[in-house]
Every structure is written in structure tokens, then in C-alpha cells.
């Protein structure tokens, strides 16, 4: 059983911080990293696909990086609003199997 | 709206029962992915399908079967159910077989009440 592990479970923050959260993952034997955004009551929705070491994405004020050597993905919002208000989930997919396992998710919580 | 469709969007169902969940993916997408979100658990992979044929499996249970028919709808049959399969269901889609390089357009998700 893989292990992809989200770090904090909860984020409470004000309108406007900036903020960031962890995506840990097995370090050998990756082939791409997903972040997902999963707003209560719809389906998630794909915000990055990362496929290299190095890599850095960016959509709007979210952006995230990836560092497939020691087996973690960094997300960040800059200037949170409450419409960032979401659950954050990562999913790896190894070369092997090539199956997607995710994480259990960070609740993010912007308040006005 | 992804453009991935779900039905039905709630069932609810007795134990030992059978029900289909079925699935149309995105326009021009060819694979077919099946999850389970229970509330315990995160979001767990069950089966992938990819142009009519199966291709990576999960944690998909024996009672649990799917299939992916030539017009690329996908049904997920769950039969002689119990109170632990009540779940959210999601299928998603993406155009390719290999699940890692292209992003995953989910649905609403159907909703199962096993009582």
C-alpha cells in the first residue's frame, strides 16, 4: 500500500494571507503527481498535472512545486479569498502500477 | 460542468440488493475511472477502463464488477450489497490509457444509501 500523506488535515486562515500545504509521497519509482481542488457538495476538480522534477505550475494566484527526489509536492495560494475555500487533495501515480492513490486531502478555510 | 454525467444521482438500496451505476464520459475521452469515497476513507481507486478493455485495477471488491461498452459509457455493478458500501461513487475521465500525464475530469458523483 502506497503512502501519500497531506500535511495540515485543516487550514483556518484570513482573507488575504498567503498559504501553503505538503504533498508526501514515495519517493522511487514516481510518474506524475495530481492536485485536485474539492469543493463541498461538486466533484474535484483538476488544478496541476506534474510530471518532472523541478516542476512548477501555476494557475492564477495557486502554484505548486514538485520534488520527486525526496518525494514531496508543495501548494501555495497567494492572497486566499473565501472562494478558496476547499478541500486540497494530491494523488500519485507510480510507474509501476500506474494507479492513482490519494491523499486524504487539506481543508482549507478562508474566512472573511 | 466537466462534461462527464452520472446516474442515477442517489440510490438508495436495501442489503443483499444489486444496483448499476453508470457513467458517460467527457466527449473524445477514451478512458473511464471508477472511485469510492467513503466516510472513513479518502478517495479510493477502484477501476480503470480504457477504450472497451480493462486496464489497471484497484481495491474493487468480487461484488463489484464494471465494464466499458463501444459507445464508452461505463456501467460499475454492485451486487449483494452491504451496509459498509454506502459511498459516494464518482467515475472519471481522461483521454488517454495512462492515467498519469493527463488530468481527470470527474463527475456529481451518485450517492448510495445501503439501509
Keep these: 500500500i502506497l503512502n501519500v500523506e497531506q500535511s495540515p488535515q485543516s487550514l483556518h486562515v484570513q482573507e488575504g494571507d498567503s498559504t501553503n500545504f505538503t504533498c508526501s509521497f514515495p519517493s522511487s519509482n514516481f510518474y506524475a503527481l495530481h492536485w485536485y481542488r474539492w469543493e463541498t457538495a461538486k466533484s474535484p476538480e483538476a488544478l496541476f498535472v506534474m510530471t518532472l522534477n523541478g516542476d512548477e505550475k501555476k494557475k492564477g494566484r495557486i502554484s505548486a512545486t514538485l520534488n520527486t527526489k525526496e518525494g514531496y509536492s508543495y501548494l501555495y495560494i497567494k492572497g486566499s479569498q473565501p472562494e478558496d475555500s476547499a478541500t486540497y487533495l494530491c494523488a500519485f501515480i507510480s510507474g509501476g502500477s500506474y494507479i492513482p492513490t490519494f491523499g486524504r486531502g487539506t481543508s482549507l478555510i478562508v474566512h472573511p | ?115
Aim: proline fraction near 4%; hydrophobic fraction near 30%.
Design chain 2, 1 to 115: 460542468d466537466s462534461g462527464v454525467t452520472q446516474t442515477p444521482k442517489h440510490l438508495i438500496t436495501a442489503t443483499g440488493q444489486r444496483v448499476t451505476l453508470r457513467c458517460s464520459p467527457r466527449s473524445g475521452d477514451l478512458s473511464v475511472y471508477w472511485y469510492q469515497q467513503s466516510l472513513d476513507q479518502g478517495l479510493q481507486f477502484l477501476i480503470q477502463y480504457y477504450n472497451g478493455e480493462e486496464r489497471a485495477k484497484g481495491n474493487i471488491l468480487e461484488r463489484f464488477s464494471a465494464q466499458q461498452f463501444p459507445d464508452l459509457h461505463s456501467e460499475l455493478n454492485l451486487s449483494s450489497l452491504e451496509l459498509g458500501d454506502s459511498a459516494l461513487y464518482f467515475c472519471a475521465s481522461s483521454p488517454t490509457g495512462t492515467s498519469g500525464t493527463y488530468e481527470q475530469y470527474f463527475g456529481p458523483g451518485t450517492r448510495l444509501t445501503v439501509t
